[in-house]
T-cell receptor
Framework: RKEVEQDPGPFNVPEGATVAFNCTYS??????FFWYRQDCRKEPKLLMS???SGNEDGRFTAQLNRASQYISLLIRDSKLSDSATYLC??????????????FGRGTQLTVWP | EAQVTQNPRYLITVTGKKLTVTCSQN?????MSWYRQDPGLGLRQIYY???????DKGDVPEGYKVSRKEKRNFPLILESPSPNQTSLYFC????????????FGPGTRLTVL
């Protein structure tokens, strides 16, 4: 079973729409959670970390549900520039796997005018 | 400028010809990793290193070697490349600590004929 599962999409939405991505993780010892953005054929870049209490950065809101073992990303008022692939990532908190960051396969988002 | 650099960025080679992809970071990060990214499979970790002379296998280590003789460098070695190692490779680094951002290099696109 994969450590991190993510709906690959694609999601195609009009400008101004609200879109949500979910990601589930299998290991309850997971400690740190992230959303990365990857533009076509470029390196992933950190979009935001996901904290237990949830956090917001402008139009982006990230939530963590430890009981159900999933994280979510909500994008409000989508812009054309939001078109990219969004990767969730999970890091275990202890032992020899402390250095490992597990990624989902990514969800492709296209925002159309 | 804080960055992770990889060389070469593009490489076409033939089966069996040993090659090395270099990775260097100037942020004094403890952790470094190598990933490969393939369509439909997402980012998969090949090897990672928690510090100098400390390396461990990721999910897909077969056919690869790494070394960490200096903190800033983490080369990826393909002793005898095969066509199934054709992929997009990313090096990454981060400082220790749960929520420290992982920075990625620009990627190396490798084709093995």
């Amino acid at each position: 079973r994969k450590e991190v599962e993510q709906d690959p999409g694609p999601f195609n939405v009009p400008e101004g729409a609200t879109v949500a991505f979910n990601c589930t993780y299998s290991n309850s010892a997971s400690q740190s959670f992230f959303w990365y953005r990857q533009d076509c054929r470029k390196e992933p870049k950190l979009l935001m970390s996901v904290y237990s209490s949830g956090n917001e950065d402008g139009r982006f809101t990230a939530q963590l549900n430890r009981a159900s073992q999933y994280i979510s990303l909500l994008i409000r008022d989508s812009k054309l520039s939001d078109s990219a692939t969004y990767l969730c990532a999970v890091r275990l908190g202890r032992g020899s796997t402390l250095g490992r960051l597990y990624f989902g396969r990514g969800t492709q988002l296209t925002v159309w005018p | 400028e804080a960055q992770v650099t990889q060389n070469p960025r593009y490489l076409i080679t033939v089966t069996g010809k040993k090659l090395t992809v270099t990775c260097s970071q100037n942020m004094n990060h403890e952790y470094m990793s190598w990933y490969r990214q393939d369509p439909g499979l997402g980012l998969r970790q090949i090897y990672y290193s928690m510090n100098v002379e400390v390396t461990d296998k990721g999910d897909v280590p077969e056919g690869y070697k790494v070394s960490r003789k200096e903190k800033r460098n983490f080369p990826l070695i393909l002793e005898s490349p095969s066509p199934n190692q054709t992929s997009l490779y990313f090096c990454a680094s981060r400082q220790g600590g749960s929520y420290n951002e992982q920075f990625f290099g620009p990627g190396t696109r490798l084709t093995v004929l």
